[in-house]
Structures are given as C-alpha cells and as structure tokens.
C-alpha cells in the first residue's frame, strides 16, 4: 500500500461527515433540553427523564442499527451505477418500519416493569414509567425517519438530516416550554408534557425528511423510476446486513450501561463522577461517529464499484481523519481537563476523582474511535457478522469484566473502570482492523 493520503478522500470524508456531527449534536441538545427543563419541575421528573431516556435508548439502537444496514446497501449501489434501484431498500424498510417499531416498544415496555422489582424510590419508578409509556408512541415516527435519513446517508446526502434535526430541536424546546409549564392556553403537564413534547419533534423529523425526499429533484426522479425485484428477498437481505449492526450496538450500549452498575456499587459520588467524565468523552464521539458514517458510504461506494483502489484510499483517508481528531482531543483532556470538567460541575470531590480519569479517557477515546471506525468501513463491505461476533467477546467476554475485576475485587475504583474500557476497545479495534486489512487481501485477490 502507498503510504500517501489523497487529500481528494479527505476532503469528501470531512465533508460527508460534518453534517453527521452537527446532526448528532442536534440530538444531544434535544436530550440535554429536555432534562434541564424537567429539573425546573422536580429533581424525581429530571430523575425519571433521565433514566427513562437511557432505558428508551438501549433497545432503540436495535431499530436504529437494522436501518443502518439501508446506508450500506444503498451506498453500494450507488457505487455500482444502480442508483435508481436503490429505492428497493427503502421500501424494504418501509415494508419493516412497523414490525421493528412494535418489537422495539415491547422490548422497552418488559424493560420498565424490572423498575418494579429493583431498589429504586417509588416515585422515581412510577414517574419513569409513565414517561416511557408516552415515548412508546414517538417510535414509529423516529423510526422512520432513521430509515429516510439512512437511504439519503447511502446517497451522499448527509446535510439535509442536519438541517432538520436543528427544526426539530427548535421545535422541541418551544414545545416542551408550553406543554410542560403549560403555556397558550394549555394545562402543565410537567414531564409528561416533555415526553409529549418529545413525541411531536420526532414525527415533525420525519416529515420533514420525508418532504426533502418528495421536494428533491434527483430523489424524486429516483422514487419515480420503476424497479422490478423481489421484497421478500430484499426485506431478508436487509435484516441480514441490518441486524448483527443492530445487536453489535445493543452490545455496546448495554455495555456502557453496566459501567454505571459498577460505579453505583462504588459510591454515589463516583457515578456522578463516571457520568460527568463520560459526557466529556462522548463529545468526542460524536466527531466519530461521522468519519465512521463517511467510511461506511465511501467503502460502500468503492465496494459497489469494485475499486479496490478507491477502498485504500477512502480506509487510508478515514484513519487519518480519525487519527487527527483523537489526537486533538487527546491533548484537550490532558491538559485542559479540570477546564472541561469545571463546566459540568464546581463539586470539588468530583473533580479531585474526574480530573485524573480524564488522562485515562485520552487513551480510551482513541480506542474507541478506531473501534467504531473498523465496524463502519467493514459494514461497507458488508461484512457484519464476525465484527458482531467481535464486539460481543470484547465487549461482554473482556471490557466489562475487567471493568468490574479491576474496579472492585482490586479496588482501584473508577480508574479500574476506565482502565477496562482502554483494554476492551483496543483489542475490538486491533481485532476489527485487523479484520478490514484482510478482507481488503481478499479483495485484492478476487478482483
């Protein structure tokens, strides 16, 4: 392999990717809205908000990975000249949007009657339980505008989901400011109001991505041409694609979702702590998940092409990118952490425990940005099973049991956590490159 970058592919990653990360931001802030205007309500609603949106989140991810399958497929059509089949696969989603969105809500609904049976406050437990029941019925409509979001991801067109989710986070604070206070004639709902409010931007997000579709010329032209296949054949190789994406980042989530069980059996202090260090670092992983998104469509189109050039150049690109970006953050954590810290809290114990995982957190988020990296550029070329397979070993065989070994049986606390996660991602990004480096020999080979 040369060694040079083309900046040509650097350029386009960037460009691909940057509407991802404003996109990804948008949804944050919608999160963060919606918990700091229920705490004005009570400390149990922002409670409630708060674990009722982490437990929607793990079994939502399962929808949002299936659809993630449509940007590959789709990218790989794009890359082969078969643009205007690639309507095909949103119709299989389409034919799948309502089966996923009822399995989903099932999944979360069991979920909250576990709230029943653990050791939390009793009004904690009803009032998430509420708040979950009316996000039940927003998942259709966020579904599908994952799915709409994904086939324009496959066609390059990654902008237009940014934009609309900035409407929609407009939307949604003006909403939850008159249906939680009860504004314009409305009755206070409090945080029912917000669940509420929550609801309406997801079904604004999928009209108007779905407007963009109907109003766009090109995709217009594309939904016009006719296209002779067959759906039962297409909906299955779309759950084939779609599927391993979805669990690998169930795995994850719940993952990450067990570190906060082993924080809490350390103290109370340390998962306030644990929570803070994590939101620091998930900034970080927003700028990843777009590079990752711009590797996916890229290798998908280079894949489709069967241009094992354009393969090279868009893994070598990415990896760049992405390096240049952990890097960046890298420094800003160890020597601008008590700064980032500061701004979640003036807690003087948090911050005498958050200050030194912030260098661990250095090293962790370049781990995880090339973890992630290698699961997008192999979903490009449509390998998702053993990196599924991957994730699940280094993810529940290693990361979480060391984060447990290391935290309690040897008392190194949260840094034993922290020091998990180092050693979980990187031997999943070792594994997954590894992984991409001989897939693309094999290539090599074929073609």
Same mark, same amino acid.
Request: aromatic share 6%; no cysteine; proline share 1%.
């Given at each position: 392999m040369k060694a040079a970058i083309n900046l040509g592919y650097v350029w386009r990653a960037i460009k691909l990717a940057a509407p991802v990360v404003g996109g990804q931001l948008g949804f944050v802030l919608m999160g963060t809205t919606d918990t700091i205007m229920c705490g004005?309500?009570? %400390?149990? $609603? !922002? $409670?409630?908000?708060?674990?009722?949106?982490?437990? /929607?989140f793990l079994f939502f991810v399962i929808?949002?990975?299936?659809? !993630?399958?449509? =940007?590959?497929?789709v990218? @790989?059509?794009?890359?082969?000249?078969?643009r205007s089949e690639s309507k095909k696969h949103l119709i299989a989603g389409l034919y799948l949007l309502l089966p996923i969105s009822l399995g @989903?809500?099932?999944? @979360? /609904?069991?979920?909250? !009657?576990? #709230?029943?049976?653990?050791?939390?406050?009793?009004?904690?437990v009803e009032h998430t339980q509420t708040y979950i029941r009316i996000l039940l019925w927003g998942t259709p409509g966020m579904m599908l505008f994952l799915l709409v979001s994904a086939y324009l991801n496959g066609l390059s067109k990654t902008l237009p989901n940014m934009i609309v989710t900035f409407i929609a986070l407009v939307a949604n604070y003006?909403? %939850?400011?008159?249906l939680i206070f009860g504004k314009l004639g409305f009755e206070p709902y409090g945080f029912s109001g917000s669940a509420s409010a929550t609801n309406s931007s997801r079904y604004l997000l999928a009209l108007l991505i779905c407007a963009y579709v109907l109003i766009n010329k090109e995709c217009g032209q594309l939904l016009k041409t006719k296209v002779s296949f067959n759906l039962k054949m297409t909906v299955r190789h779309l759950l084939q694609i779609g599927s391993p994406i979805g669990l690998q980042l169930f795995l994850e989530v719940f993952a990450f979702t067990a570190s906060f069980i082993i924080a809490g059996w350390i103290g109370s202090i340390e998962v306030t702590t644990h929570q803070n260090v994590l939101n620091i670092a998930s900034v970080t992983f927003m700028f990843i998940?777009?590079?990752? =998104? $711009?590797?996916?469509?890229?290798?998908? %189109?280079?894949f489709g092409a069967r241009d094992k050039d354009h393969i090279r150049e868009a893994a070598k690109a990415c990896i760049f990118v992405i390096g240049i970006i952990e890097v960046l953050f890298a420094a800003a954590f160890v020597f601008g952490g008590e700064y980032l810290l500061k701004l979640y809290t003036k807690d003087q114990e948090v911050l005498k425990l958050g200050i030194p995982l912030? #260098?661990?957190?250095?090293?962790? !988020? #370049?781990?995880?940005?090339?973890q992630n990296l290698g699961l997008n550029m192999l979903r490009g070329l449509k390998d998702v099973k053993v990196p599924a397979s991957i994730a699940f070993i280094c993810y529940w065989l290693l990361m979480v049991p060391i984060c447990y070994f290391l935290a309690i049986p040897l008392s190194m606390g949260l840094s034993g956590i922290w020091w998990g996660f180092v050693i979980?991602?990187?031997?999943?990004?070792?594994?997954?490159? /590894?992984?991409f480096y001989k897939q693309y020999q094999s290539i090599q080979t074929k073609w």
């Open positions: 004005k309500v009570s %400390n149990v $609603a !922002q $409670a409630a908000v708060g674990l009722g949106s982490a437990i /929607y929808g949002m990975g299936i659809f !993630q399958g449509v =940007t590959t497929l990218s @790989i059509d794009d890359g082969a000249h078969k @989903i809500n099932l999944l @979360i /609904y069991a979920s909250t !009657q576990i #709230l029943n049976v653990i050791n939390l406050p009793i009004d904690v003006y909403l %939850n400011d008159v998940t777009g590079i990752s =998104t $711009a590797s996916n469509i890229m290798i998908g %189109n280079g912030l #260098l661990i957190a250095a090293l962790f !988020q #370049l781990s995880d940005g090339l979980g991602l990187s031997l999943a990004s070792g594994l997954l490159l /590894y992984r």
